[in-house]
């Protein structure tokens, strides 16, 4: 059994604060391909 570590880093300009896990594994999945997307 293995375990992966994902840190997510993003540009100090872009204006998302926080994402959620959800948010994390559409982007990851390709179901959410632009940052707009996520915005609230």
Not at 7 to 33: C, F, H, R, S, W
């Amino acid at each position: 059994m293995a375990r992966d570590e994902i840190a997510v880093i993003v540009n100090a300009d872009n204006p998302l604060n926080d994402i959620t896990m959800d948010q994390l594994e559409a982007i990851y999945t390709g179901k959410t391909t632009e940052w707009k997307a996520i915005y609230r």
